[in-house]
Every structure is written in C-alpha cells, then in structure tokens.
Nanobody, 125 residues
Framework: QVQLVESGGGLVQAGDSLRLSCAAS????????MGWFRQAPGKVREFVGA????????YYTGSVQGRFSISRDNAKNTVYLQMNSLKPEDTAVYYC??????????????????WGQGTLVTVSS
C-alpha cells in the first residue's frame, strides 16, 4: 500500500520561502515519477511540477518556473518542493502524488493514482 505524507506547510509572507516534504512508502519507486499539485480555495486542482526518481529530472508548470524547485532524496524516499519568492496567489493546499505505474514523462495528470492528505500553504500580502 503506497502512502504519501506531506509536511511543511504554514503561514508565510509574500516573498518568503518554504519547503514542503513528501515522505513516500509502500513500494520501490525506481523509475517512477512524483508530482506536486495544489488547489486554491474555490479553484480546481492544478499541476505544479514533477520529479523522476531515477535521475532527478524535473518538470514545472509555467507559473512556478524559476521560483519553485523539486528534488528528491532516494535514501529517504522523500521528495521536496522548495518554494521561493512566494506570492499570495500561491496560497493553496499542496498535494504530492504518485502514478500507479511507470508511464510517460512527465506523467499526464490522470496518471496520478496515489495522493497525500495535503498541506496548507498560506501566503499573506
């Protein structure tokens, strides 16, 4: 049973940085990817970025490119989302997610099957 547990959310001011963690367990992730998504109040969930376990390749959505970065620690089975220059519009619940199987890179949004419980990030102006 795959389990994903996010942590690190909180209240910060615009321009601050925050690092989220996603601890994964339940399988060997090998050549799989791990994604980060977010859902702002009243909005649909959106893709933020993804990392591939095997080589650390990353992919980001345009709105966070250059501000957010994703890394992974294979030994700890943990993925990180480093968020810099935060803006009020980054306020959302952030989720990590994993596909059921090794598929395309980056995975299509509908390939993600396992989800964490989410962690709230609030950016004040």
């Amino acid at each position: 049973q795959v389990q994903l547990v996010e942590s690190g959310g909180g209240l910060v001011q615009a321009g601050d940085s925050l690092r989220l963690s996603c601890a994964a367990s339940g399988r060997t992730f090998g050549n799989y990817a791990m994604g980060w998504f977010r859902q702002a109040p009243g909005k649909v969930r959106e893709f933020v970025g993804a990392v591939r376990w095997i080589d650390g390749s990353t992919y980001y959505t345009g709105s966070v490119q250059g501000r957010f970065s994703i890394s992974r620690d294979n030994a700890k089975n943990t993925v990180y989302l480093q968020m810099n220059s935060l803006k009020p519009e980054d306020t959302a619940v952030y989720y990590c997610a994993a596909p059921r199987s090794h598929g395309s890179w980056p995975p299509d949004d509908d390939e993600y099957h396992y989800w964490g419980q989410g962690t709230l990030v609030t950016v004040s102006s």
